[in-house]
């Protein structure tokens, strides 16, 4: 069983940064791909990032390549996602998953997190 919990989300102005984490309980948790996924008021919850057990195979969706980084900590149990140059259009509710597949669905992730507030001021 793996918990995860977000942090770091709040307030940015447009082109600002932001870094989440997401904090995980269980020692199986390097053994996971973990993924952030997001969703907007409205939206379907859709895929941001992912990055494999070791930290050494990463993808991301195209809307946010050259902006975010997603990066693991496994001796701390945490994984970031770092946000650049951060557009209105990332406004959102940022969840942190975990699973053995590693793949751009949400089916492929066993375990969530509750999410935490990102918005985006223009």
């Known amino acids: 069983q793996v918990q995860l919990v977000e942090s770091g989300g709040g307030l940015v102005q447009a082109g600002g940064s932001l870094t989440l984490s997401c904090a995980a309980s269980g020692r199986t948790f390097s053994s996971y791909a973990v993924a952030w996924f997001r969703q907007a008021p409205g939206k379907e919850r859709e895929f941001v990032a992912t990055v494999n057990w070791s930290g050494g195979v990463k993808y991301y969706v195209d809307s946010v390549k050259g902006r975010f980084t997603i990066s693991r900590d496994n001796a701390k149990n945490t994984v970031y996602l770092h946000m650049n140059s951060v557009k209105p259009e990332d406004t959102a509710i940022y969840y942190c998953?975990?699973?053995?597949?590693?793949?751009?669905?949400?089916?492929?992730?066993?375990?969530w997190g509750q999410g935490t507030q990102v918005t985006v001021s223009s």
């Open positions: 998953a975990a699973g053995g597949l590693g793949y751009t669905t949400r089916a492929s992730y066993d375990y």
